[in-house]
């Protein structure tokens, strides 16, 4: 494949888009004589093809960046310069047509998009490992859209169609997600987040782009999660941080059960410090609930139906489990805890080592207290319901301490009445946000966590742990809105059920300020 | 599994061997090119596809007001009204004039019938409605030629099928 | 204390899906209307 004759015709392809009389017939002609001259195989001599075309479109959209300053001498315009998008808005219909017009010589045209994907991911990459922070990401920027508008389609003619060409174009965004190419981060955030792309995916074919969604999304707080463990952020990427935040928003109004199902997915990369943007994910509920008000007088949440009703989970709880080889263990202590030496130094365990803490800015392994967290939790709630002999009485069990309760969810709640006495102050603070992170919309996951945040306090034997409880709980309802029902309703049960004492604890009057947080927050809360 | 999620050990990108100072740098630089929101937005100027040599006392380019959506909403319905809607739709294909008279013309109840290229209106409340189609009678807009002469007009077909297989 | 996520130009109380209007991540205005309008092939033909 000669580039200049590649060249030539690109230059006769470019004419033809500018002439006013261009026809269907005429580019089926051209895509025609392509194949016949054995450029569109899908073989490496495509992939040149492609490869040279993309290229071209490039260097001619960028040709006229320099702008000429009064005086005739060129010189960088502070602001942006402008590009002219004819080459690429030429390039990205002769791929259009191709698909279009080009008889299958591949098994289908998915195939044949998902090559010339291909092509233009490596040609970013190598493009940006080359310029480095002089790359322009926006020509690429510009021949994506292009394509998400004249490829994809909301039609539910064409689902199963549309969902192969969708995906294709996740999988490339997955090649180019912000941790392999970092200059093209704003770029591919706008692209992963347009109408022509992010509500598309979501919406056809039965929910099936979910996974697909949920990755990027993990690939981009993954990216971010170094810089999020500190309030100050440098400009750009606060930027980029607002920039998901207004995703997140869109998500959370028109996607809501995607949070709510890969909200474990989500709070594995968020760091525990980036307390709205985790609120945000777990504020998520189906559009068809209807929460009632957590300051409602006398509110009952054990006659809510919701709470005997699981939720849908599509992340993977026990992955991080499993790799530390700790699953089998949590299964047979959960089975037969009688002798078991498991909780002895199950502490231990959950500690990275020196060489990796320094990197995570933590000594703790936090996806595996997360996972270890929502299992177990996971088996107890499985267990009540397997248990119960009437929907009351369970009902019951899970709202009132009794020896009862505690024989039917004991082993579990041994685990983390055991990690909350045995973990130092910052094994406690990811144990109880891991926690925390299940107090969501109704549901029996949120009853099962508000139930063991309530009882780790009243059973602590320690003031110190009471007040972390209390500070995990508060942080995340002192940050703007949203915040999740489970958790309103979780911190308004420990303010005001006298059980629990809270206006007697000491810490909630150690300052004049920290008092006037409190009657602050609890007025809040109604 | 190292506590904070995409790192390795010597603090780099385990996916692209980049370091968190090397990434923000070329955030940074990214930064300064920002796609712009005319990066994403699509030419609306119309190309006329046969251009004849008019007065030059005539306009000689459209007027900015045909791309701008408030002016087909206010169109109306009246024959003229949709005549310029027809016309628009049929001469003016792959525009963004096209694309707003057929979202004017749905909205007044036309439906594109994609086998005929034909818009068609309910005349009545049709007799036989299933889930593939329904039958009765309907507008349509179409070219005709007659004895009398040739151009484009509104008929009534009675006792016609409309498939919704072949709905727009 | 975060943001206050009713300045980041999104009508939170929207009865419409809000990414129809959604114009990019580093811009409080909405899209400008249709201006990713879209021909369906059926509508080219002689």
């Known amino acids: ?526 | 599994d190292l506590g904070a999620i995409g790192d390795n050990l010597t603090g780099t990108s385990a996916s692209s061997g980049h370091d968190q100072l090397y990434n923000l740098q070329m955030l940074e630089a990214a930064f300064h090119k920002l796609p712009q929101p005319k990066d994403s937005e699509r030419a609306k100027t119309y190309i006329p596809r046969h251009p004849a040599v008019t007065p030059a006392s005539y306009p000689q380019v459209q007027p900015s007001i045909v791309s701008h959506p408030s002016f087909w909403e206010r169109i109306g319905s009246d024959t003229l009204a949709t005549d310029m809607l027809f016309f628009a739709f049929y001469y003016q294909q792959n525009t963004y004039q096209q694309y707003m008279a057929a979202r004017e013309l749905k909205k007044q109840s036309w439906r594109f019938h994609r086998r005929y290229n034909t818009w068609f209106q309910r005349h009545v409340e049709p007799q036989v409605t299933t889930d593939e189609y329904e039958r009765g009678s309907y507008v349509y807009f179409d070219f005709h030629v007659t004895e009398d002469g040739s151009g484009w007009c509104q008929r009534i077909k009675n006792d016609f099928t409309f498939e919704y297989n072949f709905l727009e | 204390l975060g943001i206050d996520l009713t300045a980041l130009g999104l009508n939170l109380n929207s009865p419409d899906n809000l990414y129809k209007t959604f114009g990019s991540p580093w811009s409080n205005d909405p899209a400008k209307g249709d201006t990713d309008f879209r021909i369906p092939a059926c509508y080219l033909f002689d």
Request: aromatic share 10%.
């Open chain 1, 1 to 526: 494949v000669d580039p200049n004759q590649v060249a030539v015709l690109f230059s006769e392809w470019c004419q033809m888009c500018n002439h006013v009389s261009a026809s269907d017939a005429a580019y089926t002609r051209f895509v025609t004589q392509l194949q016949q001259d054995g450029l569109l195989k899908g073989d490496d001599i495509s992939e040149r093809f492609f490869r040279i075309l993309t290229e071209l479109a490039v260097t001619h959209s960028l040709v006229s960046e320099q702008i000429v300053a009064p005086g005739g001498s060129s010189q960088q315009s502070p602001q942006q310069p402008h590009i002219s998008y004819f080459s690429i808005d030429s390039y990205a219909k002769l791929v259009v047509m191709v698909l279009k017009y080009s008889v299958e010589i591949t098994p289908n045209k998915a195939s044949i998009l998902s090559k010339i994907l291909s092509v233009t991911v490596r040609s970013i990459q190598k493009d940006a490992e080359e310029k480095k922070a002089s790359f322009n990401p926006r020509p690429y920027f510009r021949l994506f859209i292009n394509w998400l508008y004249d490829l994809t389609t909301t039609d539910g003619h064409h689902d199963s169609s549309n969902f192969q060409v969708l995906t294709a174009f996740a999988n490339a965004f997955h090649m180019l997600q912000p941790l392999r190419v970092p200059a093209w981060s704003f770029a591919w955030l706008e692209l992963v987040s347009h109408r022509s792309f992010m509500p598309k995916l979501l919406m056809c074919n039965s929910q099936k782009g979910w996974p697909f969604f949920q990755r990027l999304l993990v690939a981009l707080l993954k990216f971010m999660e170094p810089y999020l463990r500190n309030a100050e952020l440098p400009e750009a990427m606060d930027l980029l941080y607002k920039g998901t935040m207004r995703v997140l928003l869109v998500l959370l109004h028109d996607f809501p059960e995607f949070l709510c199902d890969y909200h474990f997915s989500f709070c594995d990369v968020i760091p525990s410090s980036c307390i709205q943007m985790r609120n945000v994910i777990l504020s998520a509920f189906p559009r068809n609930m209807r929460l009632p008000d957590p300051s409602t007088p006398n509110l009952k949440i054990d006659l809510l139906a919701e709470i005997s009703i699981a939720p849908r989970i599509m992340s993977d709880v026990d992955g991080a489990l499993k790799s530390k080889q700790l699953k089998t263990e949590v299964d047979e202590y959960l089975k037969r805890p009688e002798g078991s030496s498991f909780l002895s130094d199950l502490n231990q365990k959950l500690l990275l080592p020196q060489n990796e803490a320094s990197v995570a800015g933590t000594r703790y392994n936090v996806p595996l207290i997360n996972s270890l967290v929502f299992y177990v939790g996971i088996q107890a709630v499985q267990q009540l319901q397997l248990n119960k002999a009437n929907p009351s009485a369970s009902v019951q069990q899970i709202n009132h301490i009794s020896p009862m309760d505690i024989f039917q969810i004991g082993t579990a709640t041994d685990i983390f009445r055991s990690l909350i006495t045995s973990l130092d102050t910052e094994g406690r603070y990811l144990l109880l946000n891991a926690i925390a992170n299940q107090l969501r919309y109704p549901n029996s996951h949120t009853h099962y966590y508000s139930f063991i945040t309530l009882y780790l306090f009243s059973e602590a034997t320690q003031e110190i742990t009471q007040e972390q409880i209390t500070r995990v709980l508060l942080e995340r309802l002192i940050v703007n809105r949203p915040h999740p029902w489970g958790l309103l309703i979780t911190f308004i049960e420990l303010i005001k059920n006298p059980r629990y004492n809270f206006w007697s604890r000491s810490f909630t009057h150690c300052a004049p300020e920290i008092e006037k947080l409190f009657e602050s927050v609890a007025r809040s809360c109604g």
